[in-house]
């Protein structure tokens, strides 16, 4: 079954602006991670946050978490067409995975 | 050198036939899982292996039957092809088995069902 859910499913924006993606989730976890897919492709890893991490910054991109809201959300600063993609949050607890159904991003040039 | 590959990266059958996919990471990752992506892009965790024994088996029909020769070699069988089957699926990869950290990810297989 799912775990995250992804807010919003899809996100147009022009190049230069910001895009926020917000994931929610229901149960514990231990760790909390971002991927990208772009069309026809596999999915590749952006960042991870620990269940004891609020922040945290990876070039143009910051994950925030908070765990008593059981939500993340990922910014995109400066946005390029090329960050035209699918994002996925992923749920860790354990030795378990578990994918969002993810947020279609379009950035128009 | 890619870190994890799958074979085939298209593949047409027809409903009732029998296939494999195959799966290969040259990145030493003890943990290797096969994920299943539907037309609506819901990725779901099908098999995780670490070190060829299996630890994860959600509910899929026991017509898919992952094997591992290997740490390195995780493949997924499928009989009795159905028109649900249809989807892309992906093998990826990683370090250890607890607390996964990054999963490294194959470009997927798409398979159609007719």
């Known amino acids: 079954s799912q775990q995250g859910e992804e807010d919003p499913q899809a996100l147009s924006i022009q190049e230069g602006e910001n895009a926020t993606m917000n994931c929610s989730y229901k149960t514990s976890i231990n760790n909390l991670q971002w991927y990208r897919q772009n069309s026809g492709r596999g999915l590749v890893h952006l960042i991870l946050?620990?269940?004891?991490?609020r922040e945290k910054h990876s070039g143009r991109l910051r994950v925030t978490l908070d765990t008593s809201k059981k939500s993340s959300s990922l910014l995109i600063t400066a946005s390029r067409a090329a960050d035209t993609a699918s994002y996925f949050c992923a749920t860790v607890l354990g030795n378990d995975m578990r994918f969002g159904a993810g947020t279609r991003l379009t950035v128009k040039p | 050198d890619t870190a994890v590959s799958q074979t085939p990266k298209y593949l047409v059958t027809q409903m009732g036939n029998d296939k494999s996919i195959k799966c290969e990471q040259n990145?030493?990752?003890?943990?290797m899982y096969w994920y299943k992506q539907d037309s609506k892009k819901f990725l779901k965790i099908m098999f995780s292996y670490n070190n060829k024994e299996l630890i994860i088996n959600e509910t899929v029909p026991n017509r898919f039957s992952p094997k591992s020769p290997d740490k390195a070699h995780l493949n997924l069988h499928i009989n009795s092809l159905e028109l649900g089957d249809s989807a892309v699926y992906f093998c990826?990869?990683?370090?250890?088995?607890?607390?996964?950290?990054?999963?490294?990810f194959g470009e997927g297989s798409r398979l159609t069902v007719l």
């Open positions: 990826a990869s990683s370090h250890g088995t607890s607390w996964p950290g990054e999963l490294f």
């Open positions: 990145l030493g990752h003890d943990t």
């Open positions: 946050i620990r269940s004891n991490e």
